[in-house]
């Protein structure tokens, strides 16, 4: 047990520094694909905290993820903060709104609270769209330029390697904080109620509390993506909000595994790569998509992470 | 008897109705500390309605439950065990996906106040670890401490069952029809366990149970409800020989037979 | 005065169309204990074979209204022989992730076969232009789609408390276990089921189809409203629909003409209100 957890640890050590080196080699279409799996692999880390380990499904994290972009890019372009600031506001950002919107959501359970998110994430796709004067509409926003990062490093994040790596840093280090989270005594206490509620009420936990500490530790994350995110496309759109973003993380959590921490991060990598190979010679990308799902869900529920997690297990 | 020491349950006058039904209508009860209690009746009779009053699972349309003598009629379930009530439930209700020490865990970390460490490792905290491993291994489930629980037999489920109620350190141990679904041997291992518990500390043992041979091997005091009210009270040969008890089982069989 | 009539109309007329989505959710609900992500996607697939049927073959609008609810029911039947089936005994949320799977495949096939222009159907002659009444000037066609929702609505209540065939769907509903046992054909009634909600879903659609853009989009928007119409109204009640779809239809009819700048929100914070005074729904039943 202990061995093979060893040699998982081994095994992302050399793929993180595969990663960092990746600029020395690949070109920079790759640097690209590199980062998108990286930021949209720690919005599905996140939202996989409320899915995979507390039991509820959310489609509406987008607002989180969205609201973190906007959060950045407005940092950005109004004040020059530095991005090291950008991303923290986003980060309090996506917890403070994860706050408003789960104080409604865990109220409620089940189908209940799937319903609730999506239309609260709709609902935030609506102001944005809407407030056209201080969100631009549907156009978002642009014209913004990354500075300086702040903290006393320098950095030149205009070149897209350096800002990859900077995401491949960020992205690593909050991954270890929700890695950590996941197993500790709370997240524990999440495991538990995603299998019982009921039973974890009864041995002293207030589990509506519970759900929405969840729900505000994975929104955070989610913004924290969203902030790396704009700087990344260079906008902040409406459709970061909208409910076909909230679907992609739903999608790498079972793509990779649900019960796995790292299977929402593999789930991001094949579905990123698969978007890429599929959309260069079809635009039929969303109906491809759709027969996947249905297939994991009818027949490898568990992911392909969690699939070969079990079969290991099995045989050892 | 029970009025010389102050009850350390009671509940007064404690009432559910559904809609037009009253299930459970003006019941008073009082538990001493230390006493094994069996609440019974037939199918119906308004049990399992009054039971999930006194554990916080439903809200009474009226009446107390007193805890100590403070009224904890209405709090939520968290409340109530936190407060030193446990409960079992009657389908078992263990967490399948956890290993055995986890489900054990599950309750120790919210009755020692860790829930809400986000950055310890569990793995690493050794108090945790010895006190779950002693509890299981009052049990006699120390060997399974590390497999998966959905791999249990169904009598060693229900046991775990009984380590996570342990674990929160009850005064008052609720078991929801302890005994449902197991043979006679592990029926007689549990009735044996819950004997050896009520030894090494002072539970106060609240029983349902549909098997009167446990029911009269157990309990030292036996309530009988019977159409949402209490029906009697008393030692177990005392309620035995009681003819209303026996009216009101019989009646119910011929109902039975009838329908 | 007019125009808060000329709301209303609009209102009741928009409150129709969503109770027709709204009440296939909860039945589905009901009986299978899914929720059907991709029922907006069936409204949206009638409206688009409402198109082809009426605008293309050059046949009559009613025989489109009467070919798209049975053809998305056809549709509904293999949907729920291939894929839906497997999942019954699967938490709620597979069911919310198969569906959703489902809604990509048919807004997907959708693009391909129809493309992602904007189609429109003209009303048929009969339903067409204006009548006086209450004293101003009504569309027709809205009036058409205020009855139609109270004629489906009404012949649903007379359906399930009325007919055999309604009391096995509520008795399969309550107790899937017991109703086989006294011979009621589970799976062949799930089946039914599920096309029956569809084929609501699809005469929606149709009904709709002259008085909204048709585009792949309109199933999106209806089913985050269905949405809330269900949470206000509580899931799987019956009046509840009802009610929740008329709320939200004024919300709709009332807002985009008095609080145009607040349209779109206007709809949540309704919902959220629910929400914090009644959290299962004005109708609902168990507090979940």
């Known amino acids: 047990m202990s061995r093979r957890a060893g040699l998982i640890t081994a095994l992302i050590a050399v793929i993180l520094v595969a990663l960092w080196f990746l600029p020395a080699w690949a070109p920079y279409f790759y640097i690209f694909v590199a980062a998108e799996i990286l930021i949209l692999g720690l919005f599905a880390a996140g939202f996989n905290l409320v899915f995979g380990y507390t039991g509820m499904l959310s489609l509406g994290h987008a607002a989180f993820f969205g609201f973190g972009a906007y959060v950045t890019a407005m940092l950005l372009l109004h004040f020059d903060t530095p991005l090291a600031f950008a991303l923290i506001a986003s980060l309090a950002g996506g917890g403070l709104l994860a706050l408003v919107i789960g104080f409604f959501c865990v109220r409620l359970t089940e189908v209940y609270f799937t319903m609730l998110t999506l239309a609260f994430g709709m609902m935030v796709f609506s102001v944005a769209q809407q407030w056209r004067s201080f969100t631009g509409g549907s156009d978002g926003i642009t014209g913004f330029a990354v500075g300086s990062f702040g903290l006393g490093l320098d950095l030149t994040l205009g070149n897209p390697a350096v800002y990859y790596q900077l995401t491949l840093v960020i992205v690593t280090l909050a991954g270890l904080c929700l890695y950590l989270i996941t197993i500790s005594p709370f997240g524990l206490i999440l495991r538990a109620m995603a299998e019982n509620p009921e039973r974890v009420a009864f041995t002293g936990i207030p589990v509506r509390r519970y759900r929405l500490y969840s729900f505000v530790i994975s929104g955070a994350f989610s913004g924290l993506a969203g902030g790396l995110f704009a700087p990344f496309t260079r906008v902040a759109s409406p459709e970061t909000l909208h409910w076909s973003q909230s679907a992609e993380p739903v999608l790498m959590s079972i793509l990779g595994g649900s019960a796995t921490f790292l299977g929402p991060f593999i789930g991001s990598a094949i579905f990123v790569l698969l978007e890429t190979w599929i959309t260069s010679f079809t635009d039929r990308w969303m109906l491809f998509l759709g027969i996947v799902l249905a297939l994991m869900v009818m027949y490898l529920r568990r992911g392909l992470l969690g699939t070969a997690l079990d079969r290991l297990t099995k045989r050892g | 008897m029970a009025e010389q020491n102050t009850p350390i349950l009671s509940t007064d006058a404690l009432t559910k109705r559904f809609g037009g039904l009253t299930a459970v209508d003006g019941v008073s009860i009082a538990l001493n500390e230390g006493e094994i209690v069996a609440l019974i009746g037939p199918n119906g009779a308004g049990k399992t309605t009054f039971y999930n009053m006194v554990s916080g699972r439903m809200t009474p349309t009226s009446g107390q439950v007193l805890f100590h003598g403070s009224d904890i009629a209405g709090k939520p379930p968290h409340e109530i065990a936190r407060a030193g009530i446990g409960r079992s439930f009657q389908i078992t209700n263990v967490f399948n996906e956890l290993t055995v020490r986890e489900n054990v865990q599950v309750a120790l970390v919210s009755h020692r106040g860790k829930s809400l460490r986000l950055f310890a490792v569990l793995g690493m905290d050794r108090a945790l670890r010895r006190e779950a491993d002693e509890i299981l291994a009052r049990l006699g489930l120390e060997s399974m401490a590390e497999l998966r629980t959905g791999t249990l037999s169904y009598g060693d489920k229900r046991l775990l069952e009984l380590a996570i109620v342990l674990a929160i350190e009850p005064e008052i141990v609720m078991l929801d029809e302890p005994t449902a679904g197991l043979t006679p041997e592990e029926t007689r291992a549990v009735i044996e366990l819950i004997r050896n518990l009520r030894a090494e500390r002072p539970y106060t043992f609240f029983i349902t149970e549909h098997d009167m041979e446990v029911v009269f091997g157990l309990a030292e005091r036996v309530l009988v409800m019977h159409r949402g009210q209490l029906l009697a009270t008393g030692a177990p040969e005392e309620v035995r020989q009681n003819p209303e008890v026996r009216r009101a089982y019989l009646g119910d069989e011929e109902e039975d037979s009838a329908a | ?288």
């Open chain 3, 1 to 288: 005065m007019e125009s808060f009539i000329a709301a209303l109309m609009n209102s009741l007329a928009l409150g129709m169309l969503l109770f027709l989505i709204a009440i296939g959710l909860n039945i589905i609900f009901g009986v299978l204990n899914i929720i059907n992500f991709a029922h907006g996607a069936l409204y949206m697939l009638g409206a688009y074979i409402t198109y082809t049927v009426a605008v293309l073959t050059g046949v009559s609008f009613w025989i489109a209204l009467f070919a798209a609810p049975l053809i998305v029911a056809a549709i509904a039947v293999v949907i729920e022989r291939v894929m839906l089936h497997r999942i019954y005994d699967r938490p709620i949320t597979d069911s919310l992730l198969l569906t959703f799977a489902l809604l990509l495949i048919i807004d997907e096939t959708v693009r391909w076969i129809w493309g992602s222009t904007i189609h429109v159907v003209d009303p048929p002659a009969s339903l067409s232009g204006t009548v006086r009444l209450l004293g101003i000037q009504q569309p027709v066609y809205g009036l058409f789609v205020i009855a139609m929702g109270l004629i489906v609505g009404l012949g649903l209540w007379g359906f399930f408390s009325g007919t055999r065939a309604g009391r096995v769907m509520r008795a399969a509903a309550i107790d899937r276990k017991m109703s086989r046992l006294v011979g009621i054909d589970v799976p062949l009634v799930f089946t039914a089921v599920f096309a029956f909600g569809a084929g609501i879903a699809g005469f929606g659609g149709a009904i709709a189809a002259p008085i909204r853009a048709i585009s792949p989009a309109m199933g999106a928007n209806i089913i985050v409203e269905s949405f809330i119409v269900v949470v206000i109204g509580g899931l799987g009640s019956f009046p509840g629909a009802f009610l929740g779809a008329l709320i939200l239809g004024a919300i709709n009819g009332f807002g985009s003409r008095y609080l145009p700048e607040l349209n779109l929100v206007m709809p949540y914070i309704g919902m959220a209100l629910v929400l914090l005074l009644k959290p299962q729904g004005l109708m609902g039943r168990t507090a979940s």
